[in-house]
């Protein structure tokens, strides 16, 4: 089958930067959707509504032909059915990230995919187990004020080289930072389709992490 043309449903420059380590070319196209969560609505339920609800609005109104494959995801950071989006300002970073040092949460990203072509989907998402270490109330401040949490849901970012604020961590990197790669190739054999790159390589080299769970993800299991 032909390489597709992906539709990436999200303005994330992190989305943007994994998704072209796959090989496959795509255009960005984001999309606007109500993301308030429903009343006692469970983190993996929320997240993949939100990537559909994105799949479906840009399906709606994209103008792209036949060979093209939206795509749309969503994460969130969940200490357990607390749900931490991207903090409203400064103050509100300090509260989660005081909320979330030296303890472990959830992040779980969600994925949805629609052929323009056929109308075909599939979804997948992934869910990362995420320790945080004991940082100081001073690198706290230091990183707030870098204004680097203020567009990261949970207010921070794992990648982040100086605040660094996960320690001991052995679940999908890709899925905290923002799009589960074995993730979108499981979902995307589904519809017949095969990356260009050998995506766990190049991911992890990218990412300068040695993955223990990607073998895991590609044949089909669900890991934390």
């Not at 984001?30 to 429903?38: F, G, K, L």
């Not at 040092?101 to 989907?121: C, F, K, N, P």
């Not at 567009?151 to 799009?179: M, R, S, T, W």
């Not at 050998?198 to 073998?215: H, I, K, S, T």
Request: aromatic share 8%; proline share 6%.
């Amino acid at each position: 089958m032909g390489m597709p043309t992906f539709i990436l449903a999200s303005n994330s420059p992190r989305r943007r930067e994994l998704l072209a380590w796959t090989g496959w070319t795509f255009e960005v196209s984001p999309v606007d959707i109500d993301e308030t969560p429903y009343l006692g609505e469970a983190p993996d339920v929320y997240v993949s509504r939100l990537a559909q609800a994105k799949a479906k609005a840009e399906a709606g109104a994209s103008q792209a032909g036949s060979g093209c494959l939206i795509l749309a995801a969503d994460t969130i950071v969940a200490d357990g059915m607390v749900l931490l989006g991207k903090p409203s300002g400064p103050d509100e970073a300090v509260e989660m990230l005081l909320r979330l040092r030296g303890r472990t949460h959830q992040v779980y990203t969600a994925i949805h995919l629609i052929s323009t072509g056929d109308g075909l989907s599939t979804a997948d998402r992934c869910c990362a187990r995420v320790p945080m270490r004991a940082y100081r109330a001073d690198e706290i401040s230091a990183y707030v004020k870098t204004n680097d949490p203020l567009d990261k849901a949970g207010a921070y970012a794992i990648q982040h080289a100086e605040f660094h604020p996960v320690e001991n961590f052995h679940g999908c990197y890709a899925c905290v930072v923002g799009l589960p790669l074995c993730h979108l190739v499981r979902s995307m054999a589904r519809l017949g389709f095969s990356p260009i790159n050998e995506v766990p390589a190049v991911c992890q080299a990218n990412l300068n992490y040695q993955c223990p769970v990607y073998a895991a993800v590609l044949r089909g299991e669900d890991v934390e």
